[in-house]
């Protein structure tokens, strides 16, 4: 069985940082992906940035510039470094990832349970 365990979520101010993990656990044989979406409430829930084989990035143009995204391959971990944070950036932020098990023998994808972001004054 596969878990997703996110953490580092909280208030923040406008302007100010925080850093968001994710650790991949279980019978985990290679991932192919690793990354964060985000859903504020009456929005659909988008791409904030996302690893690609351990090397390739994307990000979502609302945050270019401003969160980093960085993976441990060795730890099963993906990090997102969220720098001058603004009360729009406020959501539940997911974790996903599409990687394989010993037990399914091929690729599915598994999500966090979510950690909130508020970023308000």
């Known amino acids: 069985q596969v878990q997703l365990v996110e953490s580092g979520g909280g208030l923040v101010q406008p302007g100010g940082s925080l850093r968001l993990s994710c650790s991949a656990s279980g019978s985990i044989v290679s991932i192919y992906s690793m990354g964060w979406y985000r859903q504020a409430p009456g929005k659909e829930r988008e791409l904030v940035a996302i690893i690609i084989s351990g090397i390739s990035t994307n990000y979502g143009d609302s945050v270019k510039g401003r969160f980093a995204i960085s993976r441990d391959n060795a730890k099963n971990t993906v990090d997102l470094q969220m720098n001058s944070l603004k009360p729009e950036d406020t959501a539940v932020y997911y974790c996903?990832?599409?990687?394989?098990?010993?037990?399914?023998?091929?690729?599915?994808?598994?999500w966090g349970q979510g950690t909130q972001v508020t970023v308000s004054s």
């Open positions: 996903k990832a599409i990687l394989k098990t010993s037990a399914t023998g091929t690729f599915m994808t598994y």
